[in-house]
T-cell receptor
Framework: DTAVSQTPKYLVTQMGNDKSIKCEQN?????MYWYKQDSKKFLKIMFS???????INETVPNRFSPKSPDKAHLNLHINSLELGDSAVYFC?????????????FGQGTRLTVV | DQQVKQNSPSLSVQEGRISILNCDYT??????FLWYKKYPAEGPTFLIS?????DKNEDGRFTVFLNKSAKHLSLHIVPSQPGDSAVYFC?????????FGQGTTLQVKP
């Protein structure tokens, strides 16, 4: 069973479109994240939700809107896609409040905007 | 402003030898450090971690060393195996979020 799963794995779309990436975790974690891996390979946090509440919101254009319908799901909706949004997006989850707070990652969604 | 840096983009070692991956950080408020391993087309997977109150943590072939005065972290893999070939990310925790370096690609040659 996949612990953190994201769909789709690949997404090619045109500039100006709106798209969503879905993420689900079955680990019983209470915190979920979205990370972006840019062309320089850095993994940068975008958002973090704890029990469906937004707790971290980095400097991300407001075209990006996360939605957490329950603590097992964190979806990412992107409006008016731009060329610079092309990247690999990773969803992750963790259990907050324990010493060992490593995050578990999904396999990534490679978004290509053309 | 990158708070976590891995200055070597790649490293190549012979099977059986030691691999040493390095990581430098700038923020003295980091309280926890982690190493992740990533294969192509997969997400990063947790490898080993260390609290800021320790200077060494060992798990099988993997050892992480922390030098707080130098703000330097290293991962030692010994002996290296071809299956260790992957991208290794260093990460540091501050106020509940992980800050990642840009990764080092390790190639272990048979």
């Amino acid at each position: 069973d996949t612990a953190v799963s994201q769909t789709p794995k690949y997404l090619v779309t045109q500039m100006g479109n709106d798209k969503s990436i879905k993420c689900e975790q079955n680990l019983g974690h209470d915190t979920m994240y979205w990370y972006k891996q840019d062309s320089k390979k850095f993994l940068k946090i975008m958002f973090s939700y704890n029990n469906k509440e937004l707790i971290i919101n980095e400097t991300v254009p407001n075209r990006f809107s996360p939605k957490s319908p329950d603590k097992a799901h964190l979806n990412l909706h992107i409006n008016s896609l731009e060329l610079g949004d092309s990247a690999v997006y990773f969803c992750a989850s963790s259990r907050v409040g324990t010493v060992n707070t490593e995050a578990f990652f999904g396999q990534g969604t490679r978004l290509t905007v053309v | 402003d990158q708070q976590v840096k891995q200055n070597s983009p790649s490293l190549s070692v012979q099977e059986g030898r030691i691999s040493i991956l390095n990581c430098d950080y700038t923020n003295s408020m980091f309280d926890y450090f982690l190493w992740y391993k990533k294969y192509p087309a997969e997400g990063p997977t947790f490898l080993i971690s260390i609290s800021s109150i320790k200077d060494k943590n060992e798990d099988g072939r993997f050892t992480v060393f922390l030098n707080k005065s130098a703000k330097h972290l290293s991962l030692h893999i010994v002996p290296s195996q071809p299956g260790d070939s992957a991208v290794y990310f260093c990460a540091a925790r501050n106020t509940g979020k992980l800050i990642f370096g840009q990764g080092t690609t390790l190639q272990v040659k048979p």
